[in-house]
Structure formats: structure tokens, C-alpha cells
């Protein structure tokens, strides 16, 4: 037997759809107030004009740690809705994008965060708030330990937990069906 030499065990890894690492969330809450030094509230036309053309979803704003997802090919999608600014991310398989899953999962990553420029915005400096009308551009939303916007949320959605959902959603709506049919009569 030859010691000290090299050995390496290579393992065939393949994610199946159960192994999809789905994260969904609210980056921006609109007409949420946030208050720390001032109150800042986003109106609900603020995306209406704003560059959201390359978008990177980042954990904590770093630079220095690896994305999680991008628009760009298309593992990010930014959906502008009533409530607010919706993300849904699908994760690649790495070490550091299992590791914030995993995170976001237990619920010890539960916030969100956006990194942008503002077009317009009003102050009042006599009640210290701040609305902010118009983003320009949108550079990235990021999952966070401690976001300014308190109302934000991300969780993790396995495709067993969305099928669950659909299901869920399914029978409701032939029951809301069923309810309206016999009221009719």
C-alpha cells in the first residue's frame, strides 16, 4: 500500500425537482413607514419607470459573497404588485446558496432589502419623514440580518409546500363554487 498519496472521492450529485431551492419575498412593502433616524415610506407607483434591467440578488448587500440569483438569467424575477416588491428566486446549487436555504428555511433569514437611487422623493423635516415617489434604478434586493424595512419578508418554498398550496387553493375555490351554486337556488 503507497502512503501520502492523494486520494479523492468524487460522488454523482444531481438535484431532482424536490431538491429546488425556491425562495420567495417581499424586498419593498409599499406604504410601510420604517422609522429609525427619519420615517421613510414607498408610494405604490415608485417602480413605475424604475431600471430594473440587471438585477442581483445579494445576501446582505456584499459585494464580496457570491450572488444567489440574477435577472439577468432569469433566476431572479422581480414582480411589482399591490402589496409591494415580490422576488422569486431559484437558487443554484452551491455550498454558500445551500447554506442561506437553509437559513431562510429555519427562519433564521427572514428579511429583506433593496439597494437603489431615487428620482423623486418629498421630505417634511418637520415630522422627519421622507417619501420616496420614483426609484431610478434598482441594483439589488437582498436577503438580511437586520433590514431598515422591518415589514419585509423571504421564505424558502419547496415544490411540495407550492403543489400543498395549489391543492389547498384548489379545493377552496370548488367549495367558494359549490356555496355560490346553492345560493342561487
Given at each position: 500500500?503507497?502512503?501520502?498519496?492523494?486520494?479523492?472521492?468524487l460522488l454523482d450529485v444531481r438535484a431532482t425537482d424536490n431538491a429546488e431551492m425556491t425562495i420567495e419575498g417581499y424586498a419593498?412593502?409599499?406604504d410601510s413607514p420604517a422609522t429609525h433616524c427619519w420615517t421613510e415610506t414607498i408610494t405604490k407607483d415608485a417602480f413605475d419607470e424604475c431600471d430594473m434591467t440587471d438585477v442581483c440578488l445579494k445576501y446582505n448587500h456584499e459585494d464580496n459573497f457570491l450572488l444567489l440569483?440574477?435577472?439577468?438569467?432569469?433566476?431572479?424575477?422581480?414582480i411589482v404588485d399591490d402589496k409591494g416588491l415580490k422576488i422569486k428566486a431559484k437558487l443554484i446549487d452551491?455550498?454558500?446558496n445551500r447554506d442561506i436555504?437553509?437559513?431562510?428555511?429555519?427562519?433564521?433569514?427572514?428579511?429583506m432589502s433593496f439597494a437603489f437611487t431615487v428620482a423623486d422623493d418629498e421630505w417634511n423635516y418637520e415630522?422627519?419623514?421622507?417619501?420616496?415617489?420614483?426609484i431610478d434604478k434598482l441594483?439589488?434586493?437582498s436577503v438580511v440580518d437586520v433590514p431598515f424595512y422591518d415589514t419585509t419578508e423571504v421564505f424558502a418554498r419547496s415544490k411540495e409546500e407550492y403543489n400543498k398550496e395549489k391543492e389547498r387553493y384548489r379545493k377552496f375555490k370548488f367549495e367558494k363554487e359549490k356555496i355560490e351554486l346553492l345560493c342561487k337556488l
Open positions: 500500500m503507497i502512503k501520502n498519496k492523494k486520494e479523492i472521492r419593498v412593502i409599499f440569483a440574477r435577472t439577468r438569467n432569469k433566476s431572479l424575477e422581480l452551491t455550498t454558500s436555504y437553509k437559513s431562510i428555511q429555519s427562519g433564521l433569514l427572514d428579511k415630522e422627519n419623514t421622507r417619501t420616496i415617489k420614483k441594483f439589488d434586493v
